[in-house]
């Protein structure tokens, strides 16, 4: 089972900040996929094949990476980004794991 | 718009059966994949499996024993079963809806699953 570790756990931003969230695997993967879930909501695609956003994700996402390091970036936190985040992969023969989040706090 | 919806027994005893149906509208599960997924307290979240748009199965090899996921085309439903349940299967569970069977682009609202005496 490929173990994904993020970082940080928690952490809170200024609007307008840059923020960084990292995942990695404990072995290489294709594709790092990404989760945005607010309290009572059930989780919401946000980047998917470690780069392209889902349907309403606002431009100011990104995602990167490859390998067993990847990331998912905010350029101008606003509070509605705050969240919390989880990354997911898949490896063959079906196998998908999820991060143990990381929550995201506007200051 | 596709739309997933769990149901079942918010409350099942300790070596019991836990059994939920997961009701799509607006989409086929005969095209794509149809999966379950967990949330523990704690936020853990884990993959539990997966029904393929042909009716084959992967499941996750932690719940391998105890699991099993069907559909009935029909009604356009899936299906979890989860035998020998502890409450270290108490969780929310959602069903998600996924295009390639990597990731999963639509999901239901989760239905909270309490194991206890």
């Known amino acids: 089972e490929i173990v994904l570790t993020q970082s940080p756990t928690t952490m809170t931003a200024s609007p307008g900040e840059k923020v960084t969230i990292t995942c990695r695997a404990s072995?290489?993967?294709?594709?790092m996929h990404w989760y945005q879930q607010k309290p009572g909501a059930s989780p919401k695609p946000w980047i998917y094949?470690?780069?392209k956003l889902a349907s309403g994700v606002p431009d100011r996402f990104s995602g990167s990476g490859s390998g067993t390091s990847y990331s998912l970036t905010i350029n101008n936190m606003e509070a509605e980004d705050a969240a919390t985040y989880y990354c997911q992969q898949w490896n063959y023969p079906s196998m998908l794991t999820f991060g143990s989040g990381t929550k995201l706090e506007i200051k | 718009e596709v739309q997933l919806q769990e149901s079942g027994p918010g409350l099942v005893k300790p070596s019991q059966s836990l059994s939920l149906t997961c009701s799509v509208t607006?989409?086929?599960?005969?095209?794509?994949?149809w999966g379950w997924i967990r949330k523990f307290p704690g936020n853990k979240m884990e993959w539990m499996g997966y029904i393929s748009y042909s009716g084959s199965t992967s499941y996750n090899p932690s719940l391998k024993s105890r699991i099993s996921i069907t559909r009935d085309t029909s009604k356009n439903q899936f299906f979890l079963q989860l035998n020998s349940v502890t409450t270290e299967d108490t969780a929310t569970y959602y069903c998600?809806?996924?295009?390639?069977?990597?990731?999963?682009?639509?999901w239901g609202q989760g239905t909270l699953v309490t194991v206890s005496s």
């Open positions: 072995s290489s993967v294709s594709y």
């Open positions: 607006g989409y086929s599960i005969t095209s794509n994949y």
């Open positions: 998600a809806r996924s295009p390639s069977g990597s990731w999963f682009a639509y």
């Open positions: 094949e470690t780069s």
